[in-house]
């Protein structure tokens, strides 16, 4: 069973470009989750998805930020315009249920860096 | 809120040497407590999980043991390899409400031969 995939691996743009991450993730799984870790500091919760509808997004940390699941399955998140302090890793993870007891799991991330 | 303190690194040890890497975390409810282990160049793996008090959580000569009375998930080994060197992140997972893992800061882990 494939896990959860993002895409791209890496990433390297200039300040004010866009950029869009990709996340599959494992089949059957309506939760999916984005996260990122930014400069060596803690991972931080970005927001979470039931299937198509946003459930929490309250770590999105401003507007440059869209993130969509259309169809409640494969996700992107975009960032427009990038600034240098969204360089960092981008996380996506996903599980089955809601809870506790279920275990969430996580891609590889997408490195990102806004130069 | 949900809140994890993990110890500060980087640990430096020499092979074979005895690990902790403390981790306290403050919650409402019963959280379900991880460690999660992040190696060069690659993403998260969940290491090991306790999912309610004095529940052991192991894997990999890991262990973890979730202790309520001092709010305390500490990571041990007992010899370590220069294969573990990695970053670690303890995280917990609250059981009111929906799902969303609070990390704690992360621990980088050296092991020297």
């Known amino acids: 069973e494939a896990g959860v995939t993002q895409f791209p691996s890496h990433s390297v743009i200039e300040k004010g470009q866009t950029v869009t991450l990709r996340c599959d993730p494992i089949?059957?799984?309506?939760?999916l989750y984005w996260y990122r870790r930014v400069m060596g500091k803690e991972i931080k919760f970005l927001l979470h998805?039931?299937?198509?509808?946003?459930?929490?997004e309250s770590g999105m940390p401003n507007n440059r930020f869209l993130a969509e699941r259309t169809g409640g399955t494969y996700s992107t998140l975009k960032v427009q315009p990038a600034e240098l302090e969204d360089s960092g890793v981008y996380f996506c993870a996903s599980s089955s249920g809601t809870r506790s007891g279920n275990t969430i799991y996580f891609g590889e991330g997408s490195w990102l860096t806004v130069v | 809120g949900d809140s994890v303190t993990q110890m500060e690194g980087p640990v430096t040890l020499s092979e074979e040497a005895f690990l902790t890497i403390n981790c306290t975390y403050t919650?409402?409810?019963?959280?379900?407590l991880f460690w999660y282990v992040q190696y060069p160049g690659e993403g998260l793996q969940l290491l090991l999980k306790?999912?309610?008090?004095?529940d052991k959580g192991s894997n990999k000569g890991f262990e973890a043991t979730y202790r309520k009375e001092t709010t305390s998930f500490h990571l041990e080994k007992g010899s370590v390899q220069v294969s573990d060197s990695a970053v670690y992140f303890c995280?917990?997972?609250?059981?009111?409400?929906?799902?969303?893992?609070?990390f704690g800061t992360g621990t980088k882990l050296q092991v020297i031969p």
């Open positions: 089949s059957g799984h309506d939760n």
């Open positions: 306790a999912t309610k008090a004095d």
């Open positions: 995280a917990l997972l609250n059981s009111g409400g929906y799902q969303k893992v609070t």
């Open positions: 998805f039931v299937k198509e509808s946003k459930q929490d």
């Open positions: 919650a409402t409810g019963y959280p379900s």
